[in-house]
């Protein structure tokens, strides 16, 4: 039983170790799965090993087999920057007359690309001598500077037509430079219009340090409109990238940035006045200023100076000489007196002291004094210009005929009352625009001058003394004014009371739509339309009977003042002024004529404005 039963269990542990057929199923599939997996990894690793097999064979074929073609290539074919500056804004009159064009024109550049190394750069520096002006030491230079920059330098601006040609033939001899298109300013009313329109140069180094959106060679306003509106004309440049060959001919175009053209710009000016202003000066060659102003808005229809100059001289390298004779003329052309002359302004002060002594009561209309050839002060004798006097005088009389007794006794005062006085004075011409700039959009405007007893004392270490004030309120002595000024004061007593910022730009376009208007400016004269009133009257009056009656004859009736300021001490030296507004119902045109020691208001002034008055009645009115 023992034995028996020990076989048995023997058995049946047998039976109980031997694998169920489920379980030889199993293991049959994970036996399966692992044999597919390995011949995965086996194929995988043939794929990998061809693979690198072939990158290797390609690399050695690239870099043995075909390296010196690429090479050769790559030396071949580069990429060239060229900038191409956007086409400068057109300039038009108020009428839509162009005034301002841009020509084509060839320059001379240094292309950084194909620049020879030190050694062989002699045969350059020699064409370059031989082709150009340029001395050796300048040519040198340029080389060096082509070398350290990414884009052309420039060499020669403008080349006249025959240069180009006989360039276009010597390019090979000269590696590196080339002709490049361009295009330069044209003023069609050079003279007319000088000090209005400005001209263009080359960008100066420090304008380049403040500018960042400037590059070398770039073209920039230097004077007038050109300058005041520079960003807007300018535009922005544009780039081509070009893949040329070794010689630098043109393969095929990358890509391409388009230059954005500079605004249109719309003045104000009427060219044909503009022009007409400029002859009548110069036929008579009176140096001096002439501002036409529309009293209703400041707009400036006309602003001419003599003596002047061509701005094409500096805006066209061709003309170089002239442009030298231009800046060293002793009667100096460039400078814009119209804005930024300072001159007495001799009687044309007498309608602002008197709308400051109306309004601050210190005289009425009624007011009347008696002016018997001057007034004595101690020592010191201040004189009319009239010899006897005027006899009684109101304001409208004194404004018409000019008498000083009454500005005298109005601003200073005598024993029986006080006068304006300095301060009062300075405040009331400050709120006409005197003393400081008007504001127009043109560089270069001045403020002319107002003193004080503070700057008596700095500038000269003297005190103020009551013949100051005297000559203050006639127009004399260190009061200063320019041209500008007294015609944006006579424009404010003409309008009834509203000072305008004067301006020369009307509007900008670009691609023959408007995108920007001028934004009117003005204050109020803290005058009343009464006190004005009396104060136009005045200036109506000395045209009809008074210094200005010359002017009584034109078809439309006119107002207006003259005025005679003496050249320091000098009695026989006088600058003439004579400054009008009209029609008086309803004024559209404000006349300020200076010219510069050209003798008295009346006897000199006067003509020039009459034959403008006559030429705006005939064309315009």
């Known amino acids: 039983m023992g034995i028996l039963n020990r076989l048995t269990d023997s058995a049946a542990r047998r039976k109980q170790l031997r694998p169920s057929n489920t379980t030889l199923s199993m293991i049959d599939s994970f036996t399966t799965t692992v044999a597919k997996r390995v011949m995965r990894l086996k194929l995988l690793r043939i794929i990998l090993v061809c693979a690198v097999a072939i990158l290797l064979g390609r690399s050695y074929y690239l870099q043995v087999i075909q390296g010196t073609t690429w090479h050769v290539q790559a030396e071949e074919n580069r990429v060239s920057i060229t900038l191409q500056a956007a086409p400068r804004g057109i300039v038009y009159d108020r009428f839509g007359r162009q005034v301002v064009e841009n020509i084509a024109s060839t320059d001379l550049v240094l292309d950084p690309l194909y620049m020879p190394n030190q050694e062989n750069e002699s045969g350059l520096i020699e064409g370059l001598v031989k082709y150009t002006d340029l001395e050796p030491t300048q040519a040198r230079e340029a080389i060096h500077l082509a070398r350290g920059n990414i884009q052309p330098v420039l060499l020669k601006k403008s080349l006249i037509h025959e240069v180009v040609i006989e360039l276009e033939r010597a390019l090979k001899e000269l590696p590196g430079a080339k002709l490049a298109s361009a295009s330069v300013r044209n003023y069609l009313k050079p003279h007319a219009m000088s000090h209005v329109l400005g001209y263009t140069g080359l960008a100066s180094a420090e304008e380049m340090v403040n500018n960042n959106s400037l590059i070398m060679n770039d073209l920039v306003g230097k ?26 001919q043109p393969q095929k175009e990358l890509s391409q940035v388009a230059p954005e053209p500079g605004n249109d710009l719309v003045l104000t000016l009427d060219a044909d006045l503009q022009e ?82 109306l309004e601050e009561k210190l005289i009425t209309s009624q007011t009347t004094v008696l002016s018997s050839g001057g007034i004595q002060i101690g020592a010191w004798n201040f004189p009319d210009w009239k010899a006897g006097g005027h006899g009684q005088t109101n304001v409208t009389k004194a404004i018409a005929e000019s008498v000083n007794t009454f500005f005298y006794l109005l601003v200073g005062g005598d024993e029986t009352k006080e006068g304006l006085g300095v301060r009062k004075i300075t405040k009331y011409l400050n709120y006409f625009a005197w003393g400081k700039q008007t504001g127009i959009d043109l560089p270069g405007e001045t403020a002319g001058l107002l003193p004080s007893p503070e700057w008596k004392m700095e500038t000269k270490n003297e005190p103020w003394y009551i013949g100051d004030t005297y000559h203050l309120g006639i127009g004399q002595g260190d009061v200063l004014v320019s041209p500008l000024q007294v015609a944006v004061s006579t424009a404010a007593i003409a309008n009834g009371g509203i000072v305008y910022t004067p301006y020369v730009v009307a509007e900008q376009t670009r691609g023959g739509k408007t995108i920007s208007t001028h934004k009117e400016h003005s204050t109020k004269l803290p005058i009343s339309l009464n006190n004005l009133k009396i104060v136009q009257q005045g200036m109506r009056q000395a045209v009809q009977e008074g210094s200005a009656r010359r002017l009584n004859s034109l078809p439309i009736a006119l107002a207006g003042k003259t005025g005679t300021a003496q050249l320091d001490s000098r009695e026989d030296i006088t600058h003439a002024w004579f400054t009008s507004y009209g029609p008086i119902e309803s004024p559209n045109l404000v006349i300020t004529v200076l010219l510069e020691e050209g003798g008295k208001g009346d006897v000199d002034a006067i003509p020039v404005a009459e034959e403008i008055w006559q030429w705006w009645i005939e064309h315009v009115k």
């Open 223 to 248: 004077s007038g409109i050109e300058r005041k509106y520079d960003q807007e004309l300018r535009g922005r440049s544009g780039a081509a990238y070009v893949e040329v060959n070794a010689d630098g």
């Open 276 to 357: 007409f202003i400029f002859n009548l000066l110069a036929e008579n060659k009176r140096r001096g200023a002439v501002i036409a102003l529309d009293p209703s808005s400041g707009a400036v229809l006309a602003l001419v100076n003599y003596p002047t100059y061509d701005p094409n001289v500096f805006s066209q390298p061709a003309r170089q000489d002239e442009s030298r004779s231009v800046l060293l003329d002793a009667q100096q052309p460039l400078f814009n007196r119209a804005i930024g002359g300072k001159y007495p302004p001799g009687s044309t002060i007498k309608p602002l002291i008197a709308a400051a002594g």
